[in-house]
T-cell receptor
């Protein structure tokens, strides 16, 4: 099992560009989420999904879109990148209804110039 | 969502036992307490979870007093490789979807 796979690992964008961070899990988890982590800070929840076709906003959703067309994939779209979106992004998954272990990807480091 | 408070940082020498306490005064009856560990440039990793009293696994113990308003993560005989940030989270099946991580406790282990 690969677990949670994120691509790309590194990306540099110019202000105003758009891009998609990919996240895939092979554990048949219903719950998936995206976090961002700024230097020296904790993780802040951007968007989450409790199953295919269902998404909801987290703590810091502005500037990001998500969709969940399959159980396996949960892409995060930056519509018009801004320097304030420079961060490390983590995708995570877990069985829904389970307060237990969140499985995280290795992270995607995004720099917006 | 229950608010949690942890020390910002802790220092320890290798071989010592480290106890990190988390305060969660407004914990709900059905909330669980979960701890994660994060190394630099990696995503957090689940360490342990508990509801009350004591839970132990191969890497840590979790102590929860009867009033559940705090919890203590105990790491026995730490090594340099335990240097990381440790996060305490509180939630239940209804709030687990929106769990966020605070700034955590940065543990520095030295020789």
């Amino acid at each position: 099992n690969a677990g949670v796979t994120q691509t790309p690992k590194f990306q540099v964008l110019k202000t105003g560009q758009s891009m998609t961070l990919q996240c895939a899990q092979d554990m048949n988890h219903e719950y998936m989420s995206w976090y961002r982590q700024d230097p020296g800070m904790g993780l802040r929840l951007i968007h989450y999904s409790v199953g295919a076709g269902i998404t909801d906003q987290g703590e810091v959703p502005n500037g990001y879109n998500v969709s969940r067309s399959t159980t396996e994939d949960f892409p995060l779209r930056l519509l018009s990148a801004a320097p304030s979106q420079t961060s490390v992004y983590f995708c995570a998954s877990r069985r829904e209804g389970n307060t237990g272990e969140l499985f995280f990807g290795e992270g995607s480091r995004l720099t917006v110039l | 969502l229950a608010k949690t408070t942890q020390p910002i940082s802790m220092d320890s020498y290798e071989g010592q036992e480290v106890n990190i306490t988390c305060s969660h005064n407004n914990i709900a009856t059905n909330d669980y307490i979960t701890w994660y560990q994060q190394f630099p440039s990696q995503g957090p990793r689940f360490i342990i979870q508990g509801y009350k009293t004591k839970v132990t696994n191969e890497v840590a113990s979790l102590f929860i007093p009867a009033d559940r308003k705090s919890s203590t993560l105990s790491l026995p005989r730490v090594s340099l490789s335990d240097t990381a940030v440790y996060y305490c989270l509180v939630g239940n099946t209804g709030t687990a979807s929106k769990l966020t991580f605070g700034t955590g406790t940065r543990l520095q282990v030295t020789l």
